[in-house]
């Protein structure tokens, strides 16, 4: 069966520009979770969503948004790009919110130039 | 707070020798839940194991092994007779229980293995 597929697997913005990432969970899936690694901060909690609706945030500015589809597809966005967010982001996907198993995918490398 | 230590930054060793990663956490809730993480080059986060803080049963899984201590913190995990397909990056991580779900991780830095012929 399909894994947690992110798109664009790579990409290069500018500061102040904004940027979208997709996360197509794996089928049947409802719980997405959107997780940001950098060499500095390590891996660090996003934003969760169930049922299209944000269950828990983490210590992230206003600028980082998400939001989940009726299919469980999840898209995040960051706006006003700063160097500092150049990162790997990764979406995980698990069936629900208590299943001890997260599914990750391959990540979005976003640089910042 | 929740904290998840990984001393161990690196890790050097040579085909068929037995290796353990150390993962101490810290937490003031009494149910919480750690997890093992491997990150293999190609970057997604792979699923090992979740342990609960009631069951401190050490588990075996084929060559793979973890020792779940709460008297010192401590959830390690063995790879016996590494192999050079162990070589990754892996991740310790803990959640607390409540409405959080499972899906709030919070994660140590990391180890590095390497696996040489």
């Not at chain 1, 790579?10 to 997405?32: A, E, F, M």
């Not at chain 2, 809730?29 to 080059?41: G, H, I, M």
């Amino acid at each position: 069966k399909a894994g947690v597929t992110q798109t664009p697997r790579y990409l290069i913005k500018t500061r102040g520009q904004q940027v979208t990432l997709s996360c197509s969970p794996i089928s049947g899936h409802r719980s997405v979770s959107w997780y940001q690694q950098t060499p500095g901060q390590g891996l660090q909690f996003l934003f969760e969503y169930f049922s299209e609706t944000q269950r828990n945030k983490g210590n992230f500015p206003g600028r980082f948004s998400g939001r989940q589809f009726s299919n469980s597809r999840s898209e995040m966005n960051v706006s006003t790009l700063e160097l500092g967010d150049s990162a790997l982001y990764l979406c995980a996907s698990s069936l629900e919110r208590y299943t001890g198993e997260l599914f990750f995918g391959e990540g979005s490398r976003l640089t910042v130039l | 707070a929740q904290k998840v230590t990984q001393a161990q930054t690196e890790i050097s060793v040579v085909e068929k020798e037995d290796v353990t990663l150390d993962c101490v956490y810290e937490t003031r809730d009494t149910t919480y839940y750690l997890f093992w993480y491997k990150q293999p080059p190609s970057g997604e986060l792979v699923f090992l194991i979740r342990r609960n803080s009631f069951d401190e049963q050490n588990e075996i899984s084929g060559r793979y092994s973890w020792n779940f201590q709460k008297s010192t913190s401590s959830f390690n995990f063995t790879i016996t007779a590494s192999q050079v397909v162990d070589s990754a990056v892996y991740f310790c991580a803990l959640s607390e229980a409540g409405n959080t779900g499972f899906q709030k991780l919070v994660f140590g830095t990391g180890t590095r293995l390497l696996v040489s012929p």
